[in-house]
């Protein structure tokens, strides 16, 4: 990973994804998937997940992204609903509504978590 750390890492898949760049951010989400244990392992998995499916959508192919999506979705509902101060909560709504308006509109994108 070149000495960057995870915490570098992840957030650099956060940048590409919010580019709309999701072919990317599983890239990178998935080179720290693969050292990756327990929740965070599923954390990973469900973002991965997530932007492949939004990858499918950007390229035409609904059926594929919504295989993917409901694979990722369990997964993200399992993680906590704030993860690095981003909303994962959000993001599980998000992409839910823009994927069932057969992705028109603009793809979601991974935001701050309100503060409590």
């Known amino acids: 990973m070149g000495g960057r750390g995870e915490s570098d890492r992840f957030l650099d898949g956060v940048r590409l994804f919010n580019r709309g760049r999701f072919f990317e951010a599983h890239e990178v989400w998935e ?24 990858h499918h959508a950007q390229r035409g192919n609904r059926a594929g ?28 709504i998000e992409l839910e509504d ?15 978590a309100p503060t409590k």
């Not at 080179?31 to 939004?54: F, N």
């Not at 295989?67 to 369990?74: G, T």
């Not at 069932?100 to 701050?112: I, S």
Request: contains cysteine.
């Open 98 to 112: 823009y994927l069932k308006d057969a992705g028109h509109g603009t793809p979601p994108r991974l935001k701050r």
């Open 31 to 54: 080179e720290l998937w693969r050292t990756s244990t327990g929740g965070m392992r599923m954390l990973y998995q469900g973002l991965i997940q997530a932007a492949a499916a939004l």
């Open 65 to 92: 992204a919504l295989a993917v999506w409901s694979k990722a979705k369990v997964k993200l509902e399992l993680c906590p609903a704030r993860f690095r101060g981003l909303s994962i909560a959000r993001l599980r």
